[in-house]
């Protein structure tokens, strides 16, 4: 479980990264546009009514373009809450947000029904919280960025041997960059919508039987040789996301997701 002083010290560290390792992957408008709309289509088909969301079989909200986890007060999860990371990141570039609402908010419904009531009822939280998410796409998109510049030396720094570290980074590169050098743009799109949709990797309770399922194991099976990286990609997500299936307690239900999982990836190269 994840409790709220590591989540301070995981925004310290990724804000401190942030700000290292941002230069290399600042966006373009038209490139935080385009990515938002990507990100946007993947996660709620670029409907307004899954802006702020709630899975069913989740304990959490789902909000933003990225579908960005926000717990409420005191809950506590396997997976990483990213909305606060989101907010900090736009706290750090003077992004307006409604008064009561900044990184250290925690969702404000403690439950699926009460957020449905809200939501249904169109109350002024939800309404300024959607509209807050609404006008902030494009620097959702770019949180996302920087969030992936941080993904990198955070992933090896779990690795010891230099061997693998040295592998992981290549084919790390071989997604972002052209053989030119220049930045692949759908490389980057998706390099960061998958550590967006899946995490980095890294965290060990972001695991099945000690078996991942993020951007780290997915570069561990990663076809670097395939004539399509692209769909070398999507083809060893997939499998890592299969994997993830098998591991998953039953109760979890988690074979429901795998078509539109699958769906998902299919975007990187079809």
Do not use: C
């Amino acid at each position: 479980m994840i409790n709220g002083a590591y989540m301070r010290a995981i925004l310290f560290l990724f804000l401190n990264t942030v700000l290292l390792f941002s230069s290399e992957l600042k966006l373009t408008q038209q490139q935080a546009d385009y990515i938002a709309k990507k990100v946007w289509m993947n996660e709620g088909a670029g409907l307004d009514k899954y802006l702020v969301h709630w899975n069913e079989g989740e304990d959490f909200a789902s909000v933003g373009i990225g579908h960005f986890i926000w717990f409420s007060e005191g809950h506590t999860e396997r997976f990483r809450e990213v909305f606060p990371m989101v907010l900090a990141f736009m706290e750090e570039r003077n992004v307006t947000m409604p008064q009561w609402l900044n990184a250290n908010t925690p969702l404000p419904w403690n439950s699926k029904a009460e957020f449905y009531r809200a939501k249904n009822s169109n109350r002024k939280t939800y309404r300024e919280l959607f509209d807050f998410l609404k006008r902030t796409m494009p620097q959702q998109a770019e949180f996302m960025a920087a969030r992936l510049s941080h993904a990198l030396p955070e992933i090896l720094n779990t690795i010891e041997d230099r061997n693998t570290q040295q592998l992981i980074e290549r084919r790390f590169n071989r997604m972002l960059y052209h053989a030119d050098g220049n930045i692949d743009e759908k490389g980057l799109y998706i390099l960061l919508d998958y550590t967006n949709f899946k995490g980095e990797g890294t965290l060990e309770s972001e695991r099945y039987n000690g078996q991942g399922w993020g951007l780290l194991q997915v570069l561990e099976h990663f076809d670097e040789k395939a004539s399509d990286k692209y769909k070398a990609f999507a083809d060893a997500a997939k499998v890592m996301l299969g994997r993830r299936i098998k591991n998953s307690p039953p109760a979890r239900g988690e074979e429901r997701w795998r078509k539109g999982w699958n769906v998902r990836l299919d975007t990187y190269w079809k």
